[in-house]
């Protein structure tokens, strides 16, 4: 059992930024962590992951440039600095860990193992 902890959500003005954190209680090397979102009436949609082992990243097209997915293995957590929000951001943010991680980039919600309770970005326009 994963537990992951985000933090970090607000309202901000477009064009504003955030930084989002997400703790986990433990990190398998072989992990793979990643940021989804979901806006009202939409489906959960994939935002950015990183390989835990050695870095590496993958993100939505419309957040590349925008969107920093890192982690701090000191910490066990991961981050998502998002900057020049627009109000298309807006949703709910959750943290998900893919612990037996069989495929690179995992961009199927299904595939992750554990979820954090999310934390709402609201980005006003």
């Known amino acids: 059992q994963v537990q992951l902890v985000e933090s970090g959500g607000g309202l901000v003005p477009a064009g504003g930024s955030l930084r989002l954190s997400c703790a986990a209680d433990?990190?398998?090397?072989?992990?793979?962590m990643a940021w989804f979102r979901q806006a009202p009436g939409n489906e959960r949609e994939f935002v950015s992951t990183?390989?835990?082992?050695?870095?590496?990243?993958y993100y939505l097209n419309s957040v590349k440039g925008r969107f920093t997915i890192s982690r701090d293995g000191n910490k066990n957590t991961v981050y998502l600095q998002m900057n020049n929000l627009k109000p298309e951001d807006t949703a709910v943010y959750y943290c998900a860990a893919d612990v037996y991680r069989t495929r690179w980039p995992e961009l199927e919600d299904g595939e992750y193992d554990y979820w954090g309770q999310g934390t709402q970005v609201t980005v006003s326009s």
């Open positions: 433990r990190i398998f090397s072989s992990s793979a």
């Open positions: 990183i390989k835990w082992s050695d870095g590496n990243t």
